[in-house]
């Protein structure tokens, strides 16, 4: 049986994505229970070049929406990167989760051999095969920005493990 292209991909944003507002979830009650400043994880980062929490939720939510659309066919939504509270970012997760769950699993088909084209904040192009996309650049890019929200907390002092990072599987 083959894997389909939705099943490599919406269900894994699915859960992940899940996971990370839990995760932030986690914070917010850390910071309210020793009166921390939520700035403090919001705007926390683990060397000064790289971007702050906010950011990585934002661009966890950015590759899951992108990478779906993308692949089903659909125009990417823009969302502005306006966040500023953990309840800003739970509604930014929120709209990802529900765009990316409506997307119909059909639409999907072959997109394994879909010519996908990335201007990645660069003026070169660069042109890759659905599936190429997905395993190679997609996936990768997401988890890459999950795991780093999940460091920045962990490293502030949240109490969440492996098994919060996985979510509900």
């Known amino acids: 049986m083959t894997l389909s292209m939705h099943?490599?991909?919406?269900?894994?944003?699915?859960?992940?994505?899940g996971s990370l507002a839990e995760l932030l979830r986690k914070a917010q009650?850390?910071?309210?229970?020793?009166?921390?400043?939520?700035?403090?994880?919001l705007q926390a980062r683990l060397y000064p070049d790289m971007f702050p929490l906010l950011r990585q939720v934002q661009i966890a939510c950015d590759f899951a929406k992108g990478v779906s659309a993308r692949l089903a066919g659909v125009d990417v939504p823009s969302f502005e990167d306006t966040e500023q509270s953990f309840d800003e970012l739970?509604?930014?997760?929120?709209?990802?989760?529900?765009f990316i769950e409506g997307l119909d699993a059909g639409a999907f088909?072959?997109?394994?051999?879909?010519?996908i084209v990335l201007r990645p904040g660069t003026p070169k192009e660069r042109r890759l095969g659905g599936q190429a996309?997905?395993?190679?650049?997609?996936?990768?890019?997401?988890?890459?920005?999950?795991?780093?929200?999940?460091?920045?907390?962990?490293h502030g002092g949240v109490e969440i493990g492996k098994k919060d990072f996985m979510g509900a599987y």
Not at 34 to 41: G, H, L, S, T, V
Not at 133 to 154: C, E, I, K, M, S
């Open 7 to 17: 099943a490599a991909s919406v269900p894994v944003f699915r859960q992940m994505l």
């Open 29 to 41: 009650a850390h910071a309210t229970a020793r009166n921390i400043e939520p700035a403090a994880f």
């Open 90 to 98: 739970q509604a930014r997760i929120a709209r990802t989760l529900e």
């Open 109 to 115: 088909d072959g997109s394994d051999a879909r010519e």
């Open 133 to 154: 996309y997905l395993l190679q650049y997609g996936l990768p890019q997401f988890f890459f920005h999950v795991t780093t929200a999940y460091a920045l907390l962990r």
